[in-house]
C-alpha cells in the first residue's frame, strides 16, 4: 500500500500560482506513475496531470495545458504541481494518486483545497 500525503493548497487571486506537493510512503517500489486530479463542488473528479517515472515526461489535462507543470523527484518519492495564472475555474480539491503499471488509479491522499478568487 503506498500512502500519499499532499500540501501547498490555498487561496489564491486569478491570475496568481501555488505550487502542490505530494509525499509518497509505503510501497513506493510499485508506483508506476503518479497524478494529480482535481473535484470541484458538483462536478466529477477530473485529471489534471500525471507522470511515469521511468519515462519522466507528464501529460495534461486539455484545461490546464500551458498553465500547470507537474514534476517529480524520484529520489524523494515527491511529486509537484505547478500552477500559474490560476483561473477561478481551477477552485477544487485536488488529490494525488498513484498506480502500478497496468493498474487503476489506486491510492489516493486527502486531498488539497484550492481555491481562486475573481
Known amino acids: 500500500q503506498v500512502q500519499l500525503v499532499e500540501s501547498g493548497g490555498g487561496l489564491v487571486q486569478a491570475g496568481g500560482s501555488l505550487r502542490l506537493s505530494c509525499v509518497a510512503s509505503?510501497?513506493?517500489?510499485?508506483?508506476?506513475?503518479m497524478g494529480w486530479f482535481r473535484q470541484a463542488p458538483g462536478k466529477e473528479r477530473e485529471f489534471v496531470a500525471s507522470?511515469?517515472?521511468?519515462?519522466?515526461?507528464?501529460s495534461y489535462g486539455d484545461s490546464v495545458k500551458g498553465r500547470f507543470t507537474m514534476s517529480g523527484d524520484f529520489a524523494k518519492n515527491t511529486v509537484y504541481l505547478q500552477m500559474n495564472s490560476l483561473k477561478p475555474e481551477d477552485t477544487a480539491v485536488y488529490y494525488c494518486?498513484?498506480?502500478?503499471?497496468?493498474?487503476?488509479?489506486?491510492?489516493w491522499g486527502q486531498g488539497t483545497q484550492v481555491t481562486v478568487s475573481s
Open positions: 507522470i511515469i517515472w521511468s519515462a519522466g515526461i507528464p
Open positions: 494518486s498513484s498506480r502500478r503499471s497496468g493498474g487503476p488509479w489506486s491510492s
Open positions: 509505503g510501497r513506493t517500489s510499485d508506483n508506476f506513475a
